[in-house]
């Protein structure tokens, strides 16, 4: 990088944003991928993301909420992260009402309609003044657009896509994915989409998820820049497990990276098998990527009673409405299935909303507004909502093992009884959490990240299942998530054109770029 760039208002740094062409394209892996190249380049760079739309959250340092997919792109460029980083969270509720996190904090509920007719466009200067801060403090920052930008029906009130790349006049690559057929349409037809101002900021494109012979894709791309005036600046080829931190879906993320890097078979006689209840709303499924890291642990996400059969540890996961998964639960036969097996002693682990349900009872006038709900029964916790929301970052022990954690939840449990405390300072004081026979309960997220304390609890896992399964004493999963955040990096460096993405990063918009008709209706 050649040295900071200078504008009006002082020296700031390049920027870049990663649009595509729809959903799930590959822009949080690209983005993460550009920012692990540059990090290794020694360029200080830092990721952004406007608004994202995610169950999947994190809490930083200073207490703040952000989506998952930022943290991680976050590591990916080396820095701590911040709530600079994603301004404005999302986090569904229903189809048509989500609530608003805002610099971390949330800050009420807001209906899809009332979002995009009102507040949306007055967090535009917010958004605007957390880029420019972060441009202000490093040298590139590398941002990542949502959806697709030729949503026109948006457009007026945008602040992630081209409303954002308009005002702070930073050049737009388009990633698409090949994989799902059509690209070249979708290339041509996104750019014809928009406006003219838009598409002078519009520099390239990006092939995501490539399989076979490139030179046979070629012609196409020379015709598609005869088209449109634009490079095709990187041809990235289909690689699996890539996916890490995804905004929603039931794609457990690290679990195919680890499956393919891991030969060796499981260090002890038996496999252990793993049930996800794929609850609605669920949050923060990544808590599992943990121990499918570990080499000889099969997980799933399941979502009838009879797949609970077999399953060794059975998780019910966090969730965004509590009391409507446990009427989820119960509709299903699950609740059923999950009582007769805890009746049995075999193991049961509830996380955050599901550490909820696996209560007696549940107190909600916040998230439900349903009054007092019966949970499970399973643990001797009683809850009650609390308008503020809990987020921390918290510390302790758990079965002799260091453990940290966050935390994302307004439930408040009250413990009643049970064997012991999940989670404890290391001198005998309750930090969060119990345990009543073979069933677990913390709010924790991210705890089965913590290495010692995973093969602990797996181990008893096992005893109390009956299976010869046995933790490999060596599986690092901070270092697992180091190597894929690397194959990222490298999926950049060996097949995109990093030159013309470093001068478009240094240089700002190319002059010149022609108009695809017929633009925005």
Not at 154 to 179: C, E, K, S
Not at 350 to 366: K, N, S
Request: proline share 5%; with cysteine; aromatic share 4%.
């Amino acid at each position: 990088m050649n040295g900071r760039l200078k504008a009006s208002g002082g020296a700031v740094g390049g920027g870049l944003l990663v649009a595509g062409t729809t959903s799930d394209a590959g822009k949080s892996v690209v983005t993460a991928g550009i920012c692990r190249w540059l990090a290794r380049q020694g360029v200080r760079v830092a990721p952004f993301k406007a608004q994202n739309m995610s169950l999947n959250s994190f809490v930083t340092r200073e207490g703040a909420e952000i989506g998952r997919a930022q943290a991680m792109q976050a590591a990916a460029a080396r820095v701590e992260p911040t709530a600079l980083m994603n301004p404005v969270l999302l986090k569904p509720g229903s189809d048509r009402s989500s609530q608003v996190v805002l610099l971390g904090k949330p800050v009420g509920e807001l209906s899809a309609r009332g979002y995009h007719e009102g507040r949306q466009e007055q967090l535009l200067g917010t958004v605007t003044d957390c880029l420019a801060e972060l441009r202000r403090t490093h040298d590139a920052v590398i941002c990542e657009g949502a959806g697709s930008p030729a949503e026109i029906n948006l457009r007026r009130t945008d602040l992630v896509n081209m409303g954002l790349a308009r005002a702070a006049r930073i050049p737009v690559v388009v990633v698409g994915d090949i994989d799902r057929g059509g690209v070249f349409a979708s290339f041509f037809g996104t750019t014809a989409l928009l406006s003219k101002e838009d598409q002078a900021l519009v520099a390239g494109y990006l092939v995501n998820k490539f399989r076979g012979d490139v030179t046979l894709l070629e012609p196409g791309l020379e015709m598609l820049r005869g088209l449109t005036g634009r490079r095709t600046l990187g041809v990235l080829p289909f690689s699996h497990g890539l996916g890490i931190d995804e905004e929603d879906g039931l794609h457990v993320s690290l679990r195919g990276a680890v499956r393919e890097s891991v030969v060796a078979p499981p260090h002890g006689a038996q496999v252990l098998r793993v049930a996800v209840c794929a609850v609605p709303l669920m949050s923060n499924f990544t808590d599992v990527d943990a121990l499918a890291a570990e080499p000889g642990v099969v997980v799933r996400f399941v979502d009838r009673a009879e797949e609970l059969a077999d399953a060794d540890l059975v998780v019910l996961p966090g969730t965004r409405g509590t009391v409507r998964a446990l009427q989820w639960l119960r509709e299903r036969g699950l609740a059923d299935a999950v009582v007769r097996r805890a009746a049995e002693g075999r193991p049961v682990l509830g996380i955050c909303g599901g550490y909820q349900m696996l209560g007696e009872r549940i107190e909600d006038d916040v998230e439900s507004k349903a009054g007092t709900v019966d949970g499970l029964g399973l643990l001797p916790v009683r809850v009650r909502f609390a308008a503020e929301k809990t987020l921390a970052r918290p510390a302790g022990q758990a079965l002799g093992e260091p453990v940290t954690g966050y935390e994302i939840h307004h439930g408040l449990a009250e413990v009643t009884g049970g064997d012991e405390a999940f989670m404890s300072d290391g001198q005998g004081r309750s930090l969060d959490g119990c345990r009543a026979g073979s069933v677990w309960g913390t709010h924790w997220h991210g705890s089965l990240e913590s290495d010692g304390f995973r093969r602990a609890f797996l181990r008893r896992v096992a005893a109390d299942a009956g299976r010869a399964f046995v933790p490999a004493p060596d599986t690092a999963f901070a270092a697992l998530r180091e190597e894929q955040l690397d194959r990222l990096g490298d999926l950049i460096e060996e097949h995109a054109d990093t030159g013309a993405l470093l001068r478009l990063i240094e240089e700002g918009v190319p002059e010149g770029l022609p108009f695809v008709p017929p633009g925005a209706p």
